[in-house]
């Protein structure tokens, strides 16, 4: 039975609601594991799974090392299709209803300094294919705080190169302008021109998919570029210069960081980055304010004294 509800319930994310590809293969990969823990636990009818075995469950979760936030997601993934089996009278009990999702700790996400972000971009690019597209991809990643997911689903028409903008296409398929200006722009247009023409040429499924969708970024044979080849560019680019397990996120966060630390105004970063509450953009604040102490530190001549009047 619980299978059958996945399946209905998969098809109801895409069909009805109009979740994404990413989405939804999240949603099945969360609970194919789910449904896997009820069968090693003799948990096949939906109507015996209390509160309790989802707490277990969790807590196993936890145990087999996924952080709070996974955790978190995990169970917005199980009391979903929970939540849709009551709906649709497949079964009557809820077992997640009162279920408080664990705390996600308040750590400040990694960035790079403005000094390690030219090191990155300013290196040697091979001159072929490949490498004007590997450049053009970490320049845009950090010049306009993209997500991977944007950047792969980047397409030819979004790019705005008059009016200097992007149109990307973030979570929940919502459009949003990101200005688009300096050497990412450079960047783009140099891979467009040298890298492009030679990539495009490849005559198989995919690259047919790609060249009729107008596919900004490909792979070798012509594809759409996937999210896993970005983070395998990103993090051999790093380790070329001596930054180690640099991922695309770190590059959108050294985005934001620079971007208050250079003046930029909270709503205007809050907008560029497609965040949908302001409170997501303000954890950079905190780096920020790291960022002003530091410097009053450093210049102020009695930051550091101790005064030893009584």
């Given at each position: 039975?619980?299978?059958d509800?996945?399946?209905?319930?998969?098809?109801?994310l895409q069909?009805?609601?109009?979740?994404?590809?990413?989405?939804?293969?999240?949603?099945?990969?969360?609970?194919?594991?789910?449904?896997?823990?009820?069968?090693?636990?003799?948990?096949?009818?939906?109507?015996?799974?209390?509160?309790?075995?989802?707490?277990?469950?969790?807590?196993?979760?936890?145990?087999?090392?996924?952080?709070?936030?996974?955790?978190?997601?995990?169970?917005?993934?199980?009391?979903?299709?929970?939540?849709?089996?009551?709906?649709?009278?497949?079964?009557?009990?809820?077992?997640?209803?009162?279920?408080?999702?664990?705390?996600?700790?308040?750590?400040?996400?990694?960035?790079?300094?403005?000094?390690?972000?030219?090191r990155?971009?300013?290196?040697?690019?091979?001159?072929?294919?490949?490498?004007?597209?590997?450049?053009?991809?970490?320049?845009?990643?950090y010049?306009?705080?993209?997500?991977?997911?944007?950047?792969?689903?980047?397409?030819?028409?979004?790019?705005?190169?008059?009016?200097?903008?992007?149109?990307?296409?973030?979570?929940?398929?919502?459009?949003?302008?990101?200005?688009?200006?300096?050497?990412?722009?450079?960047?783009?247009?140099?891979?467009?021109?040298?890298?492009y023409?030679?990539?495009?040429?490849?005559?198989?499924?995919?690259?047919?998919?790609?060249?009729?969708?107008?596919?900004?970024?490909?792979?070798?044979?012509?594809?759409?570029?996937?999210?896993?080849?970005?983070?395998?560019?990103?993090?051999?680019?790093?380790?070329?210069?001596?930054?180690?397990?640099?991922?695309p996120?770190?590059?959108?966060?050294?985005?934001?960081?620079?971007?208050?630390?250079?003046?930029?105004?909270?709503?205007?970063?809050?907008?560029?980055?497609?965040h949908?509450?302001?409170?997501?953009?303000?954890?950079?604040?905190?780096?920020?304010?790291?960022?002003?102490?530091?410097?009053?530190?450093?210049?102020?001549?009695?930051?550091?004294?101790?005064?030893?009047?009584?």
């Amino acid at each position: 039975m619980m299978e059958d509800a996945l399946s209905a319930f998969l098809d109801f994310l895409q069909i009805e609601r109009g979740s994404s590809k990413n989405t939804v293969a999240a949603y099945r990969r969360d609970l194919r594991r789910y449904l896997a823990w009820l069968k090693q636990n003799d948990l096949t009818n939906p109507e015996t799974i209390k509160r309790q075995d989802i707490e277990r469950y969790l807590a196993y979760l936890s145990q087999e090392g996924l952080s709070a936030r996974s955790v978190r997601r995990n169970l917005s993934a199980v009391r979903g299709i929970h939540r849709f089996m009551v709906a649709e009278r497949l079964c009557k009990n809820h077992p997640t209803a009162h279920i408080t999702p664990p705390k996600i700790p308040n750590v400040l996400p990694s960035f790079l300094g403005p000094e390690d972000i030219a090191r990155l971009l300013d290196q040697r690019w091979p001159t072929n294919p490949a490498g004007y597209r590997d450049r053009a991809i970490l320049e845009v990643l950090y010049g306009g705080g993209l997500r991977v997911s944007e950047l792969v689903g980047l397409n030819i028409l979004r790019v705005d190169f008059e009016n200097e903008l992007l149109r990307v296409l973030g979570k929940g398929s919502k459009e949003r302008l990101v200005p688009f200006l300096g050497t990412a722009q450079q960047a783009l247009r140099d891979y467009l021109e040298f890298g492009y023409p030679h990539l495009s040429k490849g005559n198989g499924q995919k690259a047919r998919i790609a060249a009729s969708e107008g596919a900004v970024f490909l792979n070798q044979a012509g594809g759409r570029i996937s999210r896993q080849a970005v983070h395998t560019i990103v993090e051999r680019a790093g380790r070329v210069v001596g930054i180690e397990g640099l991922h695309p996120h770190m590059l959108r966060h050294s985005f934001a960081t620079h971007m208050l630390e250079g003046g930029a105004d909270l709503r205007v970063v809050q907008e560029i980055l497609g965040h949908a509450d302001i409170q997501t953009t303000q954890i950079y604040t905190h780096l920020e304010q790291s960022h002003i102490k530091g410097v009053y530190l450093t210049a102020h001549p009695r930051a550091n004294a101790c005064s030893h009047a009584s």
